[in-house]
């Protein structure tokens, strides 16, 4: 059984569509430990405890020695037992050292098609903005493992979405949630969770 820390920031969507994943069997050999905010007003909390699981929530703010807070949320990590952490809405920078406690055992979803509209300052509804300025017929959502960069990591899986004329940020986003953040993110963890994804060179294979 694979364990899961889910780290959240804000309403909890993807979080509510891996809990209800699970629940409909799409996502098996798998459980949620722990779901930890950097926001104690995230609704992703509300989501979480209703699920019956155990919260946690750690800010930057708390620590006046950044360092501080980058050890405390590795050993908050650690002693959850997660074998894997998923970055679901999910607005902390991962501290390198998190990162290399969890070579390939931490996940985030993306809501653009990477390499496009990723990087430092792309989130929430900046991506989609960007994406509607720059005039795109197709945007999308990815699913990567996370490296020391800002969605650098290996590609898992994506999943394109029609960029409709008259569209807002607002119209895009949910419909980048529904249709592709709220498939790729559950899909990505079940086949983590049985073994079917692993990485050579740099890339993602994803056996049969
Ligand atoms: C959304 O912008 C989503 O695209 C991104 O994080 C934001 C909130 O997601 N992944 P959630 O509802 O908190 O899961």
């Not at 969507?13 to 809990?19: D, P, Y």
């Not at 996502?27 to 019956?52: C, D, H, P, Q």
Request: glycine share 8%; with cysteine; net charge neutral.
């Amino acid at each position: 059984m694979l364990k899961l820390a889910v780290m959240v920031s804000g309403g909890g969507t993807n979080l509510q569509a891996i809990l209800d994943a699970m629940d409909a069997g799409k996502i098996t050999n798998a459980e949620v430990v722990r779901v930890i905010s950097n926001s104690t007003k995230a609704y992703a909390l509300e989501r979480a405890k209703k699920a019956g699981i155990a919260t946690a929530c750690i800010t930057r703010k708390q620590y006046p020695d950044p360092e501080q807070f980058d050890q405390a949320l590795l050993e908050l990590l650690q002693e959850s037992g997660a074998d894997l952490v998923v970055l679901a809405g999910c607005l902390v920078v991962i501290p390198q050292c998190v990162v290399d406690a969890f070579p390939n055992r931490i996940i985030n979803i993306h809501p653009a098609l990477i390499p496009s509209f990723c990087g430092t300052g792309y989130y929430g509804l900046k991506v989609h903005e960007q994406a509607l300025a720059r005039g795109v017929r197709v945007t999308g959502a990815t699913v990567h493992f996370v490296d020391g960069g800002t969605d650098t990591g290996p590609i898992i899986l994506q999943k394109a979405v029609e960029v409709q004329q008259g569209d807002t940020p607002e119209v895009l986003q949910r419909r980048v949630m529904e249709q592709a953040e709220w498939v790729i993110l559950p899909r990505a963890i079940h086949l983590i969770a049985n073994g079917k994804v692993r990485v050579e060179d740099g890339r993602v294979i994803i056996m049969p």
